[in-house]
């Protein structure tokens, strides 16, 4: 099967949340050998930038995003052999969770699912995450990025300590935020190193903090 049809048919199976066709393109793909680096990002990643612009627009919701997401995560498993296993081979790995405090998911888990889209090993810990956890979560896996959403006024002082614990430790760590009550000015303050409106900001964002 010809490398651009594998491809196309990697990005169709995103979009439609097709996990029989993804398993079809994938093992296609291992037969021809093709780079999973391309497979990531022209196929799998593009699929889910167009759910991420879809769920922007409203034109599809949760449910959806999170299908297209496992879709997606059926494909990287059967990559990883060729990948070295793991995150080896992928863009980088991003530590993500919502701050001590805050129990919202919905935003950060389709942050996730973009990221994981675009080729990132995103560890996912969940709400209620403190500035402590996250860091030993980056320690364990010598991640780049720290990621921490706040969906309400009351904890968006839990993201200041995050930049405070990262710098009062001396840690290499990126720390990038985002979610309602969060705007860029706010992240400026507190000396974040990025701030994203949207899940499709987000991506953008993460590979020029990795670059």
Same mark, same amino acid.
């Given at each position: &099967?010809? !490398?651009? !049809?594998?491809?196309?048919?990697?990005?169709?199976?995103?979009?439609?949340?097709?996990?029989?066709?993804?398993?079809?393109?994938?093992? =296609?793909? /291992?037969?021809?050998?093709?780079?999973?680096?391309?497979?990531?990002? #022209?196929?799998?990643? *593009?699929?889910?930038?167009?759910?991420?612009?879809? #769920?922007?627009?409203?034109?599809?919701?949760?449910?959806? @995003?999170?299908? +297209?997401? *496992?879709?997606?995560?059926? =494909?990287? !498993?059967?990559?990883?052999?060729?990948?070295?296993? %793991?995150?080896?081979?992928?863009?980088?790995?991003?530590?993500?969770?919502?701050?001590?405090?805050?129990?919202?998911?919905? %935003?950060?888990?389709?942050?996730?699912? &973009? &990221?994981?889209? +675009?080729?990132?090993?995103?560890?996912?810990?969940?709400?209620?995450?403190?500035?402590?956890? #996250?860091?030993? +979560?980056?320690?364990?896996?010598?991640?780049?990025?720290?990621? %921490?959403?706040?969906? &309400?006024?009351?904890? /968006?002082? @839990?993201?200041?300590? @995050?930049?405070?614990?990262?710098?009062?430790?001396?840690?290499?760590?990126?720390?990038? #935020?985002?979610?309602?009550?969060?705007?860029?000015?706010?992240?400026?303050?507190?000396?974040?190193?990025?701030?994203? +409106?949207?899940? %499709?900001?987000?991506?953008?964002? @993460? *590979? *020029?903090?990795?670059?």
């Amino acid at each position: &099967m010809a !490398k651009d !049809k594998i491809i196309a048919d990697l990005k169709t199976a995103v979009e439609t949340w097709n996990i029989a066709l993804v398993q079809e393109a994938t093992k =296609a793909a /291992l037969a021809e050998k093709i780079d999973p680096k391309d497979l990531i990002e #022209f196929g799998l990643g *593009k699929g889910m930038e167009t759910i991420g612009n879809r #769920f922007d627009s409203a034109e599809i919701f949760l449910p959806q @995003v999170v299908a +297209a997401s *496992k879709t997606m995560e059926v =494909a990287l !498993k059967m990559l990883e052999p060729v990948m070295g296993g %793991g995150s080896e081979g992928l863009r980088g790995t991003v530590i993500m969770g919502t701050v001590e405090g805050d129990i919202h998911e919905i %935003g950060k888990n389709v942050c996730c699912a &973009m &990221m994981r889209g +675009a080729g990132f090993n995103v560890i996912d810990l969940g709400p209620d995450v403190s500035p402590d956890a #996250f860091i030993e +979560a980056a320690e364990d896996n010598d991640a780049q990025i720290i990621g %921490g959403s706040a969906l &309400m006024t009351t904890t /968006l002082e @839990v993201q200041k300590d @995050v930049v405070n614990a990262i710098k009062e430790g001396g840690y290499p760590y990126k720390a990038i #935020f985002g979610g309602a009550p969060c705007t860029k000015e706010w992240c400026d303050q507190i000396g974040a190193d990025g701030y994203s +409106a949207t899940a %499709g900001e987000i991506v953008e964002l @993460v *590979k *020029k903090l990795t670059s």
